[in-house]
């Protein structure tokens, strides 16, 4: 069983959506959460940063950590075209060394 | 743009050679860790390194090693490549590491690298 599992998709969903991405894991120590989204050929952009358990909001995205489910989440507002990407989930504990575990990444294409 | 560059963009090797590959991380960072993308998959962590020294080592065997140098650039080298060593390898770097601390991690655009 992987630490982190991630649906891989793909998800399609029509412009002006409200999407939702979702990541389990396994591992209880794991303290800081974050969302990468990346672009074909390209390397992760840090989208979303969190510590320990509940929501925060940046613009159209808003990520929810829960961490008695071992559940966390992204949802992406009024999804527009150019959020069509792979979206990574990752997340570390607070010891040793800045080690991120990723989840296989879903990607999401939304329509015009 | 995140400040981290990595170099070459693209490479391909022979199966059995030797690569190099380089990472400038962003202004500040201290940090650099490096990670191996096969197609399809997130990324997995290979190794960090902290003022100059590895500080972490992912399941990866030895002749993946790494430098970092004074002024945190950094180097990967993978020795005798495989054909699974096909991947795209980013660079992160960070401010510091360590129980506690609240740091992100900014990638590079990575290094495609084709073994034939």
């Known amino acids: 069983q992987k630490e982190v599992e991630q649906d891989p998709g793909p998800l399609s969903v029509p412009e002006g959506a409200i999407v939702s991405l979702n990541c389990t894991y396994s591992n209880s120590a794991f303290q800081y959460f974050m969302w990468y989204r990346q672009y074909s050929r390209k390397g992760p952009e840090l989208l979303m940063y969190t510590y320990s358990s509940g929501n925060k909001e940046d613009g159209r995205f808003t990520a929810q950590v829960d961490k008695s489910s071992k559940y966390i989440s992204l949802f992406i507002r009024d999804s527009q075209p150019s959020d069509s990407a792979t979206y990574l989930c990752?997340?570390?504990?607070?010891?040793?060394?800045?080690?991120?575990?990723f989840g296989a990444g879903t990607r999401l294409a939304v329509h015009p | 743009e995140t400040g981290v560059t990595q170099s070459p963009t693209h490479l391909i090797k022979t199966r059995g050679q030797q690569v190099t590959l380089r990472c400038s991380s962003q202004s500040g960072h201290n940090t650099v860790s490096w990670y191996q993308q096969a197609l399809g998959q997130g990324p997995q962590f290979i190794f960090q390194y902290y003022r100059e020294e590895e500080n972490g080592r992912g399941n990866f065997p030895p002749r993946f090693s790494g430098l970092q140098f004074p002024n945190y650039s950094s180097e990967l080298n993978v020795n005798a490549l495989e054909l699974d060593d096909s991947a795209l390898y980013l660079c992160a770097s960070s401010l510091s590491w360590g129980q506690g601390a609240n740091t992100e991690a900014f990638f590079g655009q990575g290094t495609r690298l084709t073994v034939v």
């Open positions: 990752a997340m570390r504990d607070s010891g040793g060394y800045n080690k991120l575990i």
